[in-house]
């Protein structure tokens, strides 16, 4: 499987540590400086407001560092309900 890396070259062995490192350093709820429109796997487009967010419809979880937010081609699918 191949590393997730952030913008400022921190690496992560999956997308699920991403979500995990940001919630251990209690940023996990940190408004992004610019929301993401994304087109979720389930049909719906959400607006990814925190820096790990969860899809109110199919509950798929984003997330992205504080330091790659700004770039929302860093942002990650860590899996439903994660």
Same mark, same amino acid.
């Given at each position: 499987?191949? !590393? ?12 699920? &540590? *991403? &979500?995990?490192?940001?919630? &251990? ?26 820096? *790990?967010? !969860? ?20 942002? *990650? ?6």
């Amino acid at each position: 499987m191949d !590393k997730v890396v952030s913008k400022c070259g921190c690496e992560f062995e999956s997308n699920q &540590a *991403v &979500a995990d490192r940001v919630r &251990a350093k209690g940023m996990d709820k940190h408004p992004m400086p610019n929301p993401a429109t994304i087109a979720c796997e389930c049909g719906h487009t959400i607006v990814m407001d925190t820096l *790990v967010y !969860k899809c109110p419809h199919c509950k798929m979880t984003y997330a992205i560092t504080p330091c790659s937010c700004d770039d929302h081609r860093y942002i *990650v699918k860590a899996g439903i309900d994660y």
